[in-house]
């Protein structure tokens, strides 16, 4: 089995939503100090680099990441673009091979996901869709089209992939976020697997 490590690291200033809070991260305990050991002190938004979204981020009564299903988040996945998912002798063969992941490349607005082809996922059986892009949304209006498609089915998105090692393709996927006890999104880390 070979396996691909499609997440972001977390580090402290990293890069994150314009509205999001920064990423601290610093020593709070260091051998070099004189301390018994190391330890860091961190603090991020819940949805820092790699992360998934669950529906509690767009719904009050949506459920919270530590109530997601594993059979959501480890599944048999696609890695592919919008266009090519569209397809229909595609979509037969995600079928076929009993897909329930959709890991999308491209970072442009041509390559994102429209709340059409969200709905066309949650037809297909879609359990998780995830993006490289850091939200799914091609816009930063209020009214989140394509988070509230996805999540109103309880499809998972996952924001913020790293797929530049992954040839589209057919793979498992292991996406696990912190178990964060009601919480609306989660760091997660994302590893493709393949024969």
């Known amino acids: 089995m070979k396996y691909i490590d499609i997440t972001k690291p977390i580090f402290d200033g990293m890069e994150k939503y314009p509205t999001d809070p920064d990423v601290k991260i610093s020593a709070y305990k260091a051998l070099e100090k004189g301390d018994s050991c190391n330890l860091l002190s961190v603090a991020f938004g819940s949805h820092t680099g790699t992360h ?5 981020h767009i719904f009050d009564e949506g459920e919270t990441v530590d109530e997601i299903g594993l059979e959501s988040l ?3 996945a696609v890695v592919t ?6 397809e229909k002798g595609f979509l037969d063969e995600m079928s076929k091979r009993n897909v329930k992941g959709l890991l999308l490349r491209g970072l442009t607005d041509e390559d ?10 949650v037809n297909s059986g879609i359990k998780i ?8 949304e091609t816009s930063t209006g209020k009214s989140h089209p394509v988070h509230r498609a996805l999540l109103s089915n309880d499809v998972i998105i996952v924001e913020n992939l790293i797929l530049e090692r992954a040839k589209d393709g057919f793979y498992n996927l292991m996406c696990l976020p912190l178990k964060l006890k009601n919480a609306d999104g989660a760091p997660a880390r994302a590893v493709l697997s393949y024969d």
């Open 112 to 121: 994102a996901l429209t709340e059409e082809k969200a709905i066309l996922a």
């Open 129 to 136: 869709v995830g993006t490289e892009r850091m939200s799914i």
């Open 81 to 86: 673009d919008v266009r090519a998912f569209s």
């Open 52 to 56: 998934i979204d669950a529906p509690r």
């Open 74 to 76: 480890i599944c048999r």
